[in-house]
């Protein structure tokens, strides 16, 4: 997995939304709780990083008000 997030680095992700993006990727929809533990971000970060992603339309988030708006 290092090799990926070394990948993903290169394309401009940080270090917390590389590991994020691809423990998404594993496990699918994830509270923020399950994110953290999953992923080894500690939990009052892995929220900065959620956010973000989910606006950027790089994951989902289970929180309706970060969801990105699509226009429709």
């Known amino acids: 997995m290092a090799g990926v997030v ?5 394309l401009g992700f940080g270090e917390n939304e590389a590991r994020a993006y691809l ?3 594993q496990l699918g929809p994830a509270s923020g709780y399950e994110l953290a533990k999953a ?6 970060n892995i929220y900065k990083t959620a956010f973000p992603l989910a ?6 988030s289970p929180w309706p008000a970060a969801q ?4 429709q």
Request: glycine share 16%.
């Open 23 to 25: 423990t998404l990727l």
């Open 39 to 44: 992923s080894g971000i500690p939990r009052p």
């Open 6 to 10: 070394q990948l993903l680095l290169e």
């Open 68 to 71: 990105p708006e699509t226009g």
């Open 55 to 60: 606006a950027a339309g790089q994951g989902s």
